[in-house]
């Protein structure tokens, strides 16, 4: 949902395009959301019902995204970015470089991998995953419990880069062992989960829940060298209602679960396993930020959107990021609420229920599944009918 040039959303009863509805009318999104991203929303909005393993991954910042369209632009169109950078050129100034950021909020039970564990976990594997010593190389695994045996919890800055550094180095070793390696190892790693969960992966770190993921992983993606990425990467679990934030140039991984997410507007994905498209494990490597933490970390916590009524029915996740937040209405039978303005353009996707939404005299009825586009500046009203609503809203509003 959005303006991307690829695959524009349309108007249900005219045919005409949201990136056409904007282009000729810039007060719908805002002048100072048109000054700061040209004539396009700057986000995209989406529904992903996950039933298989999506591909391993992260998104380019703007600079890189820039660098790798001009050097393949078969398998990174970057169409947005390069509008944008065409658009602020001619006006005489330089391309923004801002990230490339994106949120997920869950709407069912969810799964995924987002961003690198940290060290210490990384390290117990080493020592009890054989399979992994064996990717890896004995050599390579012993340097680098060395050399966070004791500084893993360091937030000195120095330390911390040194930390990053050997964990590069780590990855790096596992992303480009051979075919041959992969093929055998995994196997390998796939059979010892199953053969014995309870005791996979070590005393303090392991056990059978990550042994039962293994297994469903390599029964979605058999021989990957995703298998492998699970040891190295943050598992986490989301209920409904929980959210997380990634910044570009993190690695991530969605695995099941039906979820509302919201991006910055771009083409643009580095991969590198769980996925039969372009692999770049040359890019990967280079470009991930190597930070490590707690999952709880990049966890959300929602607050009451201030632009409601007050009633809690409305919470904001609001990530620390110009180019989008989003807002989940939940009402019940009959419930009603009216919100304040927005000084930028928003849509709103009905995800249960049905009810009614009104701008100013204009009304029309909510149905699970529709989509609207809300202008700038508009005052707007959401009524529940006999079964409820909820709703997701996301905007641009610049300070």
């Known amino acids: 949902m959005g303006t991307h040039p690829s695959n524009p959303s349309k108007d249900v009863a005219t045919g005409r395009t949201l990136l056409e509805l904007v282009t000729e009318n810039q007060a719908l999104l805002s002048p100072s959301v048109t000054e700061r991203y040209g004539q396009k929303l700057p986000f995209l909005f989406k529904v992903l019902s996950i039933q298989k393993a999506l591909s391993i991954q992260a998104h380019p910042d703007k600079k890189l995204a820039e660098r790798l369209h001009k050097e393949d632009p078969k398998n990174y169109p970057g169409i947005y970015i390069l509008t944008i950078w065409l658009s602020e050129r001619a006006k005489g100034r330089s391309l923004d470089d801002n990230h490339k950021p994106e949120m997920t909020i869950s709407v069912t039970p969810f799964d995924g991998f987002c961003g690198f564990r940290p060290l210490e976990q990384i390290a117990s594997f080493l020592t009890y995953v054989p399979e992994l010593r064996s990717m890896i190389g004995e050599d390579e695994a012993d340097k680098f419990i060395k050399a966070v045996s004791s500084t893993a919890d360091s937030t000195d800055p120095d330390v911390v880069s040194k930390n990053k550094a050997a964990l590069k180095s780590l990855f790096a070793a596992l992303m480009t062992s051979s075919d041959s390696s992969i093929k055998e190892l995994t196997s390998s790693l796939a059979a010892s989960a199953a053969s014995s969960p309870n005791t996979f992966g070590g005393p303090e770190f392991g056990g059978k829940d990550l042994a039962d993921l293994i297994v469903r992983l390599d029964s979605q993606f058999p021989q990957d060298i995703g298998l492998f990425c699970a040891l190295f990467l943050n598992y986490i679990t989301l209920s409904p209602g929980e959210a997380i934030f990634l910044q570009a140039n993190d690695p991530h991984a969605y695995l099941s679960g039906d979820i509302i997410e919201c991006m910055a507007a771009s083409d643009n994905v580095v991969r590198a396993g769980f996925t039969p ?72 996707i009905v995800t249960e229920g049905s009810g009614s939404i009104a701008v100013g005299s204009k009304k029309e009825a909510l149905t699970k599944g529709l989509v609207f586009f809300v202008g700038a500046t508009a005052e707007l009203k959401i009524e529940a009918g006999e079964d409820g609503v909820v709703a997701f809203r996301a905007f641009c509003e610049l300070n």
């Not at 930070?291 to 007050?310: L, T």
């Not at 996740?317 to 209405?329: L, N, Q, R, S």
């Open 277 to 348: 498209k372009f692999k770049d494990v040359k890019n990967l490597v280079e470009m991930l930020t190597y930070s490590y933490a707690p999952i709880e970390a990049q966890k959300m916590k929602p607050i009451p959107w201030e632009k409601g009524d007050g009633n809690g029915t409305s919470i904001l996740y609001d990530p620390p990021i110009e180019e989008f937040a989003v807002v989940k209405t939940e009402l019940p039978a009959g419930g009603k609420e009216n919100f304040k303005p927005v000084e930028g353009p928003s849509v709103v």
